[in-house]
């Protein structure tokens, strides 16, 4: 379980989170929603490690992460939490297969056992036939595909997707969101998604709503079959 407890969070004079607490269970897919400006992304980015509160605990399984050394804290992301940004961010440099294979080479995984993990995973999109092509030669969904296949080369517990969908036309997003859930059912990963997308929000196992920098609200709708 992901726990957050009393994070504050201010930029200059400007307080973003108001002293936020919430638990995630594993194995469901989470929606944050809200208007702009409401702290969502971050929270994401704090729950993510990728910034640290100016007060507040962040727990996965009973362990303050934020105790963590810097190296010991990025060894810990690498290791247990993928992202998927609103725009991919692929390197355009290398291909479809080295992009997804990224993660677990920097984790000092043999690039053989990287090369052969990355592509199964391309596989599993459906890419095979795209695994050499850059960035530049695939379409916006490809390109989203290929960053949640990035995103789960080294079997993360969780992933944090940050308005993943938000960039693409309405048949690449459902067929991006049916892929979430398809992967949450048969791998169990979790997904933590911040979404303006209403029709994701009323799919997900759980809502939480954020306004001004608190939560206002934590909705359950029960495990999508």
Same mark, same amino acid.
């Given at each position: 379980?992901?726990?957050?407890?009393?994070?504050?969070?201010?930029?200059?004079?400007? $307080?973003?989170?108001?002293?936020?607490?919430?638990?995630?269970?594993?194995?469901?897919?989470?929606?944050?929603?809200?208007?702009?400006?409401?702290?969502?992304?971050?929270?994401? $980015?704090?729950?993510?490690?990728?910034?640290?509160?100016?007060?507040?605990? &962040?727990?996965? %399984?009973?362990? @303050?992460?934020?105790?963590?050394?810097?190296? $010991?804290?990025?060894? #810990?992301?690498?290791?247990?939490?993928?992202?998927?940004? $609103? #725009?991919?961010?692929?390197?355009?440099?290398?291909?479809?297969?080295?992009?997804?294979?990224?993660?677990?080479?920097?984790?000092?995984?043999?690039?053989?056992?990287?090369? +052969?993990?990355?592509?199964?995973?391309?596989?599993?999109?459906?890419?095979? %036939?795209?695994?050499?092509?850059?960035?530049?030669?695939?379409?916006?969904?490809?390109?989203? /595909?290929?960053?949640?296949?990035?995103?789960?080369?080294?079997?993360?517990?969780?992933?944090?997707? @940050?308005?993943?969908?938000?960039?693409? @036309?309405? /048949?690449?997003?459902?067929?991006?969101?049916?892929?979430?859930?398809?992967?949450? /059912?048969?791998?169990? &990963?979790?997904?933590?998604? &911040?979404?303006? %997308?209403?029709?994701?929000?009323?799919?997900?196992?759980? &809502?939480?709503?954020?306004? @001004?920098?608190?939560? +206002?609200?934590?909705?359950?709708?029960?495990?999508?079959?």
């Amino acid at each position: 379980m992901i726990e957050l407890k009393g994070i504050e969070k201010s930029f200059g004079g400007l $307080q973003v989170l108001k002293g936020i607490s919430l638990e995630i269970p594993y194995g469901e897919v989470t929606s944050i929603v809200g208007p702009s400006g409401a702290g969502k992304t971050t929270l994401l $980015q704090i729950m993510g490690t990728l910034d640290r509160p100016n007060s507040g605990r &962040v727990l996965y %399984d009973n362990v @303050d992460v934020l105790q963590f050394k810097d190296k $010991q804290l990025s060894k #810990f992301r690498n290791e247990n939490i993928g992202f998927v940004f $609103q #725009f991919h961010r692929l390197l355009p440099e290398f291909t479809m297969l080295e992009n997804v294979a990224m993660p677990a080479l920097i984790g000092g995984v043999p690039r053989h056992k990287a090369m +052969e993990s990355a592509m199964a995973l391309i596989k599993y999109m459906g890419l095979a %036939d795209r695994a050499g092509h850059k960035p530049a030669e695939l379409s916006g969904g490809e390109c989203q /595909r290929t960053a949640v296949a990035r995103a789960l080369v080294n079997k993360p517990k969780v992933v944090l997707a @940050d308005e993943p969908s938000g960039s693409l @036309d309405s /048949r690449n997003r459902r067929e991006l969101h049916s892929l979430f859930f398809d992967l949450t /059912r048969e791998t169990g &990963v979790t997904f933590v998604i &911040v979404t303006h %997308d209403e029709s994701l929000a009323a799919e997900c196992d759980r &809502v939480i709503h954020m306004r @001004d920098g608190l939560i +206002e609200a934590v909705k359950t709708h029960g495990k999508k079959k």
